[in-house]
């Protein structure tokens, strides 16, 4: 991952909405949500969720898969990794330790 790359995700997730959606197809890993149900759960109407979808997919942190009349969208966990990796190789210098990341998981259990 470069650095516009890199830019362009950080934004994506930099705005509440997106962030809220991008964590729900994380949970929702590996089986996807249909668009219809993202909007529902998340409590915005499917026109502003469609638009943040957008946003998420161009950035590359969620891809989009026709099922007929449907979208379904999940997460791009290997964006994500390659996200981190690029923090992590550029902020700590390909160091994890400096960053000391095993502190960073609230939730050892969570799977992550």
Known sequence: MDSPHALAALAALGQPTRLDIFRLLMRHEPGGVPAGAIAAMVGYPQNTVSTHLGILAR??????VRDGRFIHYFANVDGMRALVGFLINDCCEGRPELCDLAKARPNPGCGC
Request: aromatic fraction near 0%.
């Open 59 to 64: 950035s590359g942190l969620v891809r989009g």
